[in-house]
């Protein structure tokens, strides 16, 4: 008998891959919603449930008289929708996101700052709102999930990216290549390596633990992309997916404020996920490598370009003041013109450990066996 899943949620950007997932293993599908964002890839023969996810009360009554043998929780209040669902379903699936670490939104918090490579599911949460009340709020939210739901299967989000995110980073690109900018800002030559999860990706880390159930049970699992693009990467890909020529000029981060709305936070550290757990446990490998989907996710945003002073680059905050950037890059380049040559003695050099491009030349003029 085909099992009976409830999504709740389903039509933002990890909901609709997951969605078709679901009627790909033969499962009965029914999406509980606002009914705001209806899309045309959601497929007619999944159920609506129009209630407000964030209003208990409206959630008690969809839910009155049903059950369900699988319930996945990714919108709405989650400790209410914990609540709501308890008695209501064989299996519970939540999705959450990593500001429940500490030190994801806070790095200062470690000396020095900068969150540990990589972040496991073991490491320090949120455990004092003085430090991150978003973080602990995040944290107390899946403390709710277990104690409602003991076997439950929990994810961690980072930052999603692809079709219909509402904070599109790689807006900040795109906008500037269809402005037919020449030039782009990085801070730290773009060094930054910061986890993001594509938008089929975290739809199929989710539908691993429900082919895994076993395996899934009672834990949580950091999910996101695979590989770790750092942020000058993927600028190239996008610049080079929409073949147009974009100077990167890297500035010191206090100094390269374009660049920050791309980082996303106050310090140029990086913020990298252990996914051990997710591919050991649940056999996780990406559905779409991380290149691909960049670059299929600067084609989808030049497709459905945000309204400029929008809602998506209000959230972003960059005011893509293009003469202002200008100024600032022609400064910095000015000032590197003029610095002068120190005149070491001797050379700095990579060390003799080293040898690749730029290191010592090889002290035998041939290799023999």
Not at 55 to 63: K, V
Not at 122 to 136: F, L, M, N, Q, R
Not at 179 to 206: C, K, P, Q
Request: aromatic share 8%; proline share 8%.
């Amino acid at each position: 008998m085909a099992e009976h899943v409830l999504v709740i949620g389903g039509t933002g950007p990890t909901g609709i891959p997951l969605v078709n997932g679901l009627l790909q293993r033969g499962a009965h599908v029914t999406i509980l919603h606002r009914g705001h964002h209806e899309r045309r890839e959601t497929p007619p023969q999944v159920a609506h449930l129009h209630h407000d996810p964030y209003d208990r009360d409206d959630l008690e009554r969809a839910l009155e008289g049903r059950r369900f043998d699988t319930v996945i929780a990714m919108y709405g209040r989650l400790r209410a929708v914990a609540a709501a669902t308890k008695g209501r379903t064989g299996r519970f699936v939540s999705v959450g996101g990593v500001p429940a670490y500490r030190g994801w939104m806070n790095p200062g918090l470690f000396d020095p700052a900068g969150l540990p490579v990589p972040v496991s599911e073991e490491a320090a949460t949120v455990a004092d709102p003085s430090e991150d009340e978003k973080g602990w709020r995040v944290w107390r939210s899946e403390q709710a999930v277990f104690e409602a739901h003991p076997d439950a299967t929990h994810f961690r989000y980072p930052y999603v990216y692809g079709p219909y995110q509402p904070v599109p980073r790689e807006w900040l690109v795109v906008r500037r290549i269809l402005d037919g900018r020449r030039r782009i800002v990085v801070a730290d030559d773009g060094l930054t390596l910061h986890h993001y999860g594509y938008t089929e990706n975290l739809a199929h880390a989710l539908l691993c633990a429900l082919d895994r159930p076993e395996r899934a049970q009672g834990k949580v699992f950091n999910a996101a992309d695979e590989e770790v693009l750092t942020c000058r990467q993927v600028i190239e890909l996008i610049a080079h997916e929409l073949d147009h020529p974009l100077e990167v000029v890297s500035l010191p981060f206090d100094l390269a404020t374009p660049a920050w709305p791309f980082i996303g936070q106050p310090l140029p550290t990086h913020r990298v996920l252990d996914l051990s757990a997710l591919t050991r446990d649940l056999g996780y490998r990406d559905a779409v490598p991380a290149r691909a989907a960049v670059r299929r996710t600067a084609r989808w945003l030049v497709a459905h370009r945000p309204a400029p002073g929008g809602d998506e680059e209000r959230v972003l905050q960059d005011p893509f003041d293009y003469a202002a950037e200008d100024r600032l890059m022609d400064g910095w380049l000015q000032l590197r013109a003029g610095l002068v040559d120190p005149g070491f003695a001797v050379a700095p050099g990579f060390g003799l450990a080293y040898s690749g491009p730029g290191g010592r030349p090889r002290t035998m003029a041939s290799f023999e066996l």
